[in-house]
Each structure stands twice: as structure tokens, then as C-alpha cells.
């Protein structure tokens, strides 16, 4: 951009790049700046919408699929974008027309299909709901998420053994779901089953817990890694060690605290650390004395 201010796909990438790293409050300009020396081009157009979906700005990101979409009519990822920013805006009506023309034009393309089939879904459709999360599944074999949600609405629908089959898929295909865990144990308990619902809820439960300690073990890993900037090296390794109490195989943590012992001459302790570091992570691998 230094070398060729006016270049628009240099701004346009730049503005890409931004996105990508969260900073759509800068990729915005980026991508103005591209429409101003190239006006109407459907894909500037397209990225700035989704900048402003990425902003939650979903008025801004509507307009500029529309407008997009004058050019480019026949552009599936446009309607599906300004479908999900009609959804967001809960115009639940106008987003279902807009993803029904994106699976049209592309209907191989799952999460279009997933997305529609939720929005069918929120709108009372079940069977509509149903025969688009059965597309999302067809176009993507290992979609653990259609699995759940169509196990969901087969359960809302009354049709308790399909959902049970659904959501043991979603289960098979991602064994720490703990939300599948949870639904299938209420469609088990509807069923009598009560020996394989408390089974269920109980795996639910875990990886719950399991969540949540990965959470504040990450937490404390951050913490530890400030007070370590700050030179408070029992602070650090007290938060470290916390963290690695409450999940043992978090590699970061190990790694951390293996930095904080080497600064406080525990070589050998230190060295423990990054081994078992290494063993979990092998990508984490000892810094140089």
C-alpha cells in the first residue's frame, strides 16, 4: 500500500487480513477505500458486508449484500450472507428466502443447508427443518452439528427413536459433545430407558466440568504468563501450578512453568516441566539455555 496507495487489491487484502485476525473496525476503511478506486465490485462489496457482520452491524452488512447482489445475482455465498444477516436481524421470513435461493444455486454446500434447516426450525418448520438438516448431512457426512440439531427437532417432533440414532451419530462423531450427551439422555429418559439417560447425563456432566477447568486453567496459564512479565516469579509459578492442578495435560502450563523454575535456577525442575511439556505438546520444545 506504501509502494501503490491506489492499488484496491492491496487495500482489499489488507482488509482480508484484518478480518481474519478480529479487526474489523479497521478492515472497514480497507475495504471503502478499495470500493473508492473500484466501485460496485461484488467482491469488495461482499467483504465489507461481511466486516460489518463480523461488527454485529447487521443493517450496514444487509446493504452491502444487497448491493453485491446487483451485480453478482447469481452468487450463492452472497445470499447466504445476506440470509444469515436477516437472521441475526430475526427477519426469519426474508432470511429463509435468501438461503433457499444460496442452496439453489449451490446445493452441495452443507452449511447452507444446516443454516436454513435452523431457520425452518425457528420458525415452527419442523419437517422443512428436518429435510434440510438431512441435506446438510448428505452434502457433509461428519457434521456433528447437523446431527444435534436434527436430533432436536426429531425429539421436538415426537419422533423420539430417529432422534436417539441422530444423536448417538453426533456422539460417535464428536465423543465430548456435551450438549448431544445431554438431549439424548432426555429422549433416553422419554423412551424408559432410564439405565442409558443416567449414562447420558452423567457423560454431560463431565465434559461440562471438563470445560470449564480447561477454561480456568487457560485463564490462569494468561495470568501466570503476565505476573511472569512483570518479575513476580512466585506469583507466576503459583498460577501455573494451579492451572495445572486443575488439568493436568495442558501442555501451556507445564511449558510456562518450566520458563518461570529456569528463572528461578530450579534447572532441574525446570527441565522436568519442558520434558512433559514436549510429551503433550511436541511443538513446545525446550528454549535454548
Do not use: C
Not at 479497521?26 to 461481511?50: K, T, W
Not at 445475482?73 to 426469519?92: F, M, S, V
Not at 433457499?100 to 425452518?120: C, E, N, R, S
Amino acid at each position: 500500500m506504501e509502494l501503490q496507495p491506489d492499488n484496491p487489491d492491496a487495500h482489499n487484502n489488507l482488509g482480508l487480513a484484518l478480518i481474519q485476525a478480529g479487526d474489523a473496525s479497521h478492515s472497514i476503511p480497507e475495504f471503502q477505500a478499495a470500493l473508492g478506486v473500484r466501485p460496485n465490485d461484488s467482491g469488495y462489496e461482499a467483504n465489507l458486508g461481511v466486516a460489518y457482520l463480523q461488527k454485529a452491524d447487521f443493517d450496514a452488512a444487509i446493504a452491502q449484500f444487497q448491493s453485491a447482489l446487483k451485480t453478482a445475482p447469481q452468487d450463492a455465498t452472497l445470499h447466504y450472507n445476506l440470509g444469515l444477516a436477516l437472521k441475526l436481524k430475526d427477519r426469519l421470513a426474508d432470511a429463509t428466502t435468501e438461503l433457499q435461493k444460496a442452496t439453489q444455486l449451490d446445493p452441495a454446500q452443507a452449511d447452507i443447508h444446516y443454516t436454513l434447516g435452523v431457520t425452518l426450525w425457528q420458525q415452527g418448520e419442523f419437517a422443512k427443518a428436518v429435510n434440510e438438516l438431512r441435506a446438510a448431512i448428505q452434502a457433509k457426512p461428519d457434521y456433528a452439528e447437523a446431527y444435534y440439531t436434527l436430533g432436536t427437532v426429531l425429539k421436538q417432533q415426537g419422533n423420539l427413536q430417529d432422534a436417539a440414532s441422530a444423536l448417538r451419530e453426533a456422539i460417535r462423531l464428536q465423543p465430548d459433545f456435551a450438549g448431544a450427551h445431554t438431549t439424548l439422555a432426555a429422549v433416553l429418559r422419554q423412551l424408559g430407558d432410564t439405565a442409558g439417560a443416567a449414562a447420558e447425563s452423567r457423560a454431560g456432566e463431565e465434559i461440562g466440568r471438563e470445560k470449564n477447568n480447561l477454561q480456568a486453567a487457560t485463564f490462569a496459564t494468561n495470568s501466570g504468563r503476565r505476573l511472569l512479565n512483570l518479575g513476580d516469579l512466585e506469583g507466576a509459578v503459583s498460577q501455573f501450578r494451579s492451572a495445572i492442578k486443575l488439568v493436568p495435560t495442558y501442555a501451556p502450563a507445564h511449558y510456562q512453568l518450566g520458563i518461570a523454575l529456569q528463572q528461578k535456577g530450579e534447572k532441574a525442575e525446570a527441565t522436568q516441566e519442558f520434558q512433559k511439556a514436549a510429551e503433550l505438546d511436541p511443538r513446545l520444545r525446550s528454549p535454548s539455555p
